[in-house]
């Protein structure tokens, strides 16, 4: 059986992984390239920032140009590929220019729950004890509230003079309610972290607190929160479509995919263009996300550390003696 | 034991915390409860506020211009120009003020000459929108809805339809109408929106009634006369009107109605709309406490009189108005506030109410008591209450509804598939961009005319809107009103080529080179972004200036324009 | 076990009323009050809103009206008035007011005839009551109305049926049950054959289910199967039984993929452990390692996911709600802010969070008899 080029660059790999140690972020990104679905969702996440990048001067026309003779026109080649909306902007471009804001929403409100939740989940649990206790009954009380009605009084409470600001309102209350979940994982994480011999034998050399926490607790329990991130990324697309639909969402005339298709869906019938490319856009990035989010769980999950790479490299131990047993034979 | 002292102490330092923050609004509430007397004082002599206060309320109201609309309750000009837009109104943000137009105004609302009248009105108009150009009208609203083409219906301009006068077609006694909201409520005194109205304009009558082409008919009265001075309207009431109980309709359950809404204790929305007669402000603003000061009395059994504090020309119109309906005193005080219930509510109109299955339906059934019932022809009526367009389109194509809304978005498909079901009534009433003439650069007049002649109105709602049949606004009395104008005799009408002359002069006058320098801020209520966006567009391509676009939900924007301007 | 459990239900006291605080306190801050628009839209002259603020004691200071209404709630269990809604309580509208009075003037009504019409009762009659005492309007007693067991199960019955929080949590129960009855399926299969076409096949659906904002899902399903093939009722709830299709599907979908997806996660995780390769090694029957031992452990992060899903589910979807016009409570979460009806916010609220309290309490109880390695201390 002749081996494939990618079969050749695994065997590489496995040879190294034998000779040498390899670092956990190393092991988790080979194993992460061996998934398919992750390596698609990877593909399409950097196309997705690439479209954000160039939304100012590679798309046909300007998100917000305007043109009273075509306006609601179906899907049309060569001009209005995805067709025009109610003032006449072409839907492609609208689109396109929508990745940056979806995108930014989601990345941007999920980088705010990280920092805030791993902040305070890394205080509670390494703490511990009665301030923690009093600080994870505090997160009890904000996960009393109903997220979409915090959302709402948050966003009814900031000011938006304009849309920038808008958006960073967005970000802010996305943020704000998202990072409970956080906390209480990077939380669970340090309090089993924190018994652990590494984290004791640090401490026993006198290692301040900043020095254990950052470079002992954080990078092991970050793995989690990553594949976490990547998981949440998805909902937060959701739920800026759902604020789109009360109202609540960006401020026009900037796009996004969310508020494209809370416009549109209500004419389905009379204009699906409206409605399917932006819900085409979001589903496949939520599907992206996900599968990327699945493969980085699997190529972090510790329990897996190693095995593919022991596994392959004992079957290559295996082939290597039959093909010795062949030669002898033969 | 001691972890519960720390949830003890956490919890006086949340309490104290809330109680500061949310004391602070309190204390501007405390300013204005000052007792009358002092009132004029508080007035003039500012009040103090503090450094952060100010700061914010300098950072909110730094609109240029706004987005209103104004639906007419009655047919007079008055309702419009005057309650609307008059410089002390508190229905309009402008800042604007002219000592001609006040005077035009206190002019017209004693001239009892009908074609004077209006003459006054429209100079008033010229004014406030041409010579100041403190507001940009739109359009003019008008309403659509899906009728099943084998129905016969009437929809007046003012009110609610009364299904009185609607037929079904042979073999069908049940029209099935849908409602976008549950009514907030079927006190005849509380409930100011059209929903609550759709009902009670069913269960209840007025003294006059609105045909369908906006003149008004005898309903709960028979006739009225009107004294030489103007001021005292004698109402003769029909002397066969029942309640759906049985009991007469007498004068002074007319009476009762109105002092009822009057009274401070009812709280009720629609209070000042009575202002007009004599002594009722004052029992409305608690300034009397004593009933009998209102110039309303039950002369007999049936027959009404009403005084006004000086002579109103388009009182005819209120008297078709909802806050004249008679009201039960007895059942009131019976149910308290469950009388508005089926079974509890006791009418006079042409229906009763008999299930209320609140956020789902309510069904009325004809009234055997009305005094009209052999005209009546529908015998029940069915409201499902449905509040999503989309749905309420599908159920109405699979035959479930006989008079639905439907969502603007399939509106091309409507018209194509079925122009027979579609129904385009009027609907009095302008949406308008006000501008505050208070800040710079809309402090400008010809700024102010540049941004009214650069909205191409007839796109905004030909291409935008996809309503062709609806009218551009250049004044901002609707056509179905006497006194309207249209295009070209008031107001700006779209010309790019008398906008760049205006601004020109603007910015000549304001010393600003580039009209990329000149930002102004729109602010609109979340719903509104079709014609908002089409106007900022507009504005920053036909004028070349920026526009900063805000919006907010609706009581944020109330509130925040309303602190604006205290 | 009864000592952990008392302990938790006190911890949530003060949670609750923080809550309450705070969503108090914030509702001050909002810009807006309940009478800054009417009904109609129109914002409302400063005199009349005077009036109003004085009607339901919003010109006191903000502590008292706090400590007045917490007091009413605690003695009363009563949510005070809706602000917007004149003439109705927030109780009517969360709890759809009581039942009992309905049932009893129905036997009035039989017995009386239309003169019933003009008779109430001296004091709303309870539950565990034995007699109400039935008075004209006038005040002058009529009879003693006997409340037997069937009027007491009449009641609760329509309760159940028709109070607008059962009809949300009716929802919320039809789409959990079809989350989890496709969801944990689909999860157990997929795990199992890992890395095949039906573990993507079945991946690819769940995920489907997740990307799809639910407001379009829901008209889909009604151009679908209410207009173009005619199957099922447009909208509503509680007539017939078709009513319930399109919005547990629509609510569910989510849920059922986002469970699935868990479920595999679990089980992967679960198949590899130590005990399983025992059993296995044992020579167990496969089915019989997955059922009794796999399954069961790879149940306990979903059961963790269940306590706050079932709290948002059965307190009402918003979305759903609108879409399918089911007059339950999840509309109110969104029109309370809208119209800053304060009471009907905190009714909705503390609602909400006691629901959530409680399924949290009931999942860790859960863990229990899931695992009983899991200890409560």
Not at chain 1, 28 to 45: K, P, Y
Not at chain 2, 55 to 62: I, R, V, Y
Not at chain 2, 302 to 307: A, C, G, Q, R
Request: negative net charge.
């Amino acid at each position: 059986m002749g081996l494939s080029a990618s079969e050749r660059a695994k065997q590489q790999e496995e040879t190294q992984f034998l000779e040498r140690g390899v670092s956990l972020w190393q092991d988790a990104w080979h194993r992460l390239l061996r998934n398919r679905m992750a390596v698609a969702g990877l593909i399409f996440v950097g196309i997705l920032i690439f479209c954000a990048l160039t939304a100012d001067f590679l798309p046909p026309y300007s998100y917000r140009e305007a043109d009273y003779e075509n306006t609601r026109i179906g899907p049309r080649w060569p001009d209005h590929i995805f067709g025009t909306d109610k003032l006449g902007r072409d839907v492609f471009s609208r689109v396109w220019w929508g990745t940056r804001v979806s995108l930014t929403v989601a990345v941007v409100g999920s980088l705010t729950s990280l920092i805030i939740g791993v902040t305070y989940g890394a205080i509670s649990g390494y703490l511990g004890g009665r301030i923690d206790n009093l600080m994870m009954r505090f997160v009890d009380v904000m996960y009393g509230f109903p997220t979409l009605l915090f959302i709402i009084l948050i966003m009814v409470v900031l000011p938006s003079e304009n849309a920038i600001q808008g958006m960073i309102n967005i970000f802010i209350a996305i943020g704000v309610v998202g990072w409970m979940g956080m906390a209480r994982l990077i939380r669970g994480q340090f309090l089993s972290l924190r018994e652990k011999e590494f984290v004791l034998a640090a401490k026993m050399v006198g290692a301040s607190h900043a020095r254990i926490i950052a470079r002992h607790l954080l990078p092991n329990s970050l793995g989690p929160a990553i594949v976490a991130l990547t998981l949440g990324i998805p909902g937060l697309i959701l739920t800026e479509a759902t604020l789109s639909f009360i109202g609540l969402g960006v401020p026009p005339p900037i796009p996004s995919w969310g508020q494209m298709v809370s416009e549109g869906w209500r004419g389905l019938r009379a204009t699906p263009h409206l409605t399917i490319f932006p819900g085409l856009a979001i589903t496949l990035t939520m599907l992206a996300f996900n599968f990327l989010g699945d493969g980085l769980r699997d190529a972090l999950d510790p329990t897996m550390r190693g095995t593919a790479l022991v596994r392959a490299a004992r079957r290559k131990r295996r082939k290597a003696r039959r093909a010795a047993a062949r030669a002898a034979k033969a | 034991m001691k972890t519960r002292t720390w949830y003890l102490l956490a919890g006086v330092v949340v309490l104290a915390a809330l109680l500061i923050t949310a004391c602070k609004p309190q204390v501007q509430t405390v300013v204005v409860t000052v007792p009358p007397e002092v009132k004029e004082v508080q007035v003039t002599v500012p009040v103090p506020v503090t450094p952060e206060e100010e700061e914010g309320l300098g950072a909110q109201c730094t609109y240029n211009a706004y987005r209103m609309g104004w639906v007419m309750d009655y047919a007079d000009a008055n309702n419009i120009v005057n309650e609307v837009f008059h410089p002390d109104s508190p229905f309009q943000y402008t800042f604007w003020d002219d000592q001609t137009f006040r005077d035009l105004v206190d002019q017209a609302l004693v001239e009892t000459d009908p074609d004077a009248r209006v003459a006054l009105w429209q100079q008033a108009e010229q004014i406030l929108v041409t010579d100041y150009a403190a507001v940009i009208p739109i359009f003019h609203y008008d309403r659509t809805a899906l009728v099943r083409p084998d129905i016969q219906y009437e929809f007046p301009p003012f009110g609610g339809p009364s299904f009185m006068k609607w037929q079904l077609p042979e073999g069908r006694d049940t029209l099935r109408v849908r409602l976008g909201t549950e009514p907030p409520t079927l006190d005849v005194n509380l409930a100011t929106d059209t929903t609550s109205h759709m009902i009670l304009n069913q269960l209840m009558e007025s003294l006059y009634r609105y045909k369908g082409d906006g003149t008004i008919e005898p309903a709960g009265a028979e006739s009225y006369e009107v004294s030489e001075d103007g001021t005292v309207y004698t109402i003769h009431l029909r002397q066969d009107a029942k309640w759906s109980d049985g009991e007469p309709v007498v004068a002074q359950h007319y009476v009762d109605g109105v002092l009822r809404l009057l009274n401070p204790e009812t709280a009720a929305e629609y209070a000042y709309v009575m202002y007009y007669i004599s002594g009722a402000q004052a029992y409305n603003t608690g300034e009397t406490d004593d009933p009998s000061t209102v110039g309303i009395r039950a002369i007999d059994d049936y027959t009404l009189e009403v005084t006004l504090d000086k002579p109103q020309a388009f009182f005819d119109s209120i008297l078709a108005f909802f806050t004249f309906y008679p009201v039960r005193l007895d059942v009131i005080e019976q149910y308290g506030d469950q009388w508005t219930e089926p079974g509890n509510f006791v009418g006079n109109g042409p229906y009763v109410l008999t299930e209320w299955a609140h956020e789902d339906h309510l069904v009325i059934e004809k009234n055997p008591n009305y005094h009209d019932a052999d005209q009546v022809s529908i015998e029940r009526v069915e409201f499902p209450i449905i509040v999503e367009d989309a749905t309420a389109l599908a159920a109405y194509e699979r035959g479930e509804l006989d008079v639905s809304g439907y969502p603007s978005e399939e509106l091309p498909r409507i018209l194509e598939e079925m122009p027979d079901h579609f129904v385009r009534l009027p609907y009095p009433g302008t949406y308008y961009i006000g501008l505050n003439t208070a800040l710079a650069p809309t402090d400008n007049l010809n700024f102010r005319k540049a941004l009214a002649s650069s909205i191409d109105k007839r796109a905004i709602l030909d291409a935008v809107l996809n309503m062709p049949w609806r009218i551009d606004a250049c004044g901002v009395i609707p056509p179905e009103i006497p006194g309207y104008q249209g295009c070209g005799k008031v107001g700006y009408q779209f010309d790019l080529d008398a906008a760049q002359q205006y601004l020109q002069a603007a910015m000549d006058e304001m010393g600003i080179e580039d009209p990329g320098d000149i930002s102004i801020q729109l602010w609109f209520n979340r719903g509104n972004e079709d014609v908002i966006e089409a106007v900022e567009e507009q504005w920053e391509t036909n004028l070349g200036i920026n526009v900063n676009v805000v919006n907010m939900e609706w009581g944020a924007y109330l509130d925040t324009l309303d602190s604006c301007n205290d | 076990m009864q000592r952990f459990i008392i302990r938790r239900i006190l911890w949530n006291i003060p949670v609750l009323i923080l809550i309450s605080m705070v969503t108090f306190g914030m509702m001050q801050i909002v810009p807006g009050g309940p009478f800054t628009a009417g009904a109609s839209g129109r914002p409302i002259p400063p005199e009349i809103r005077a009036h109003m603020m004085a009607k339901y004691g919003l010109d006191k200071p903000v502590w008292q009206q706090y400590l007045n209404y917490m007091g009413r709630l605690i003695l009363h269990f009563d949510f005070g008035p809706s602000l917007r809604r004149p003439g109705r309580t927030v109780n009517q509208m969360l709890f759809g007011g009581n039942f009992l009075v309905d049932v009893l003037r129905e036997h009035l009504r039989d017995e009386f005839g239309t003169a019933a019409s003009s008779m109430t009762f001296a004091e709303p009659p309870g539950l565990f009551d034995s007699r109400a005492l039935v008075v004209k309007t006038s005040g002058e007693p009529v009879a003693y109305i006997y409340i037997t067991w069937a009027d007491r199960f009449e009641a609760v019955k329509r309760f159940l049926t028709l109070a607008p929080v059962m009809v949300s949590a009716q929802v919320g129960l039809v789409s959990i049950a079809l989350a989890l009855l496709i969801g944990i399926p689909l999860g157990i299969i997929s795990a199992l054959k890992q890395n095949t076409w039906i573990d993507y096949i079945a991946m690819f659906i769940s995920m489907l289910g997740v990307s799809i904002p639910n407001f379009i899902l829901g008209i889909g399903l009604i151009l679908i199967f209410a207009l173009w093939l005619g199957w099922l009722p447009t909208y509503g709830w509680g007539e017939s039984w078709k009513q319930v299709i399109m919005p547990a599907i629509t609510l569910g979908t989510g849920g059922m993929a986002f469970i699935a997806r868990l479920t595999r996660a679990s089980m992967l995780e679960v198949i590899r452990a130590d005990y399983i390769r025992t059993a296995r090694a044992k020579g167990l029957a496969e089915r019989v390692v997955i059922l009794r031992h796999a399954l069961k452990n790879s149940l306990i992060p979903v059961t963790t996911v269940l306590g706050p899903m079932m709290a948002a589910w059965l307190t009402g979807s918003f979305l759903v709600e609108w879409v399918f016009s089911i007059g339950g409570i999840g509309k109110f979460f969104v029109s309370a802010v809208t119209d800053r009806d304060y009471t009907l916010i905190m009714g909705t609220i503390l609602i909400y969070s006691t629901a959530l309290v409680l399924f949290n309490l009931a999942v860790d109880i859960a863990y229990g008899f899931i695992d009983p390695r899991i200890r409560f201390d």
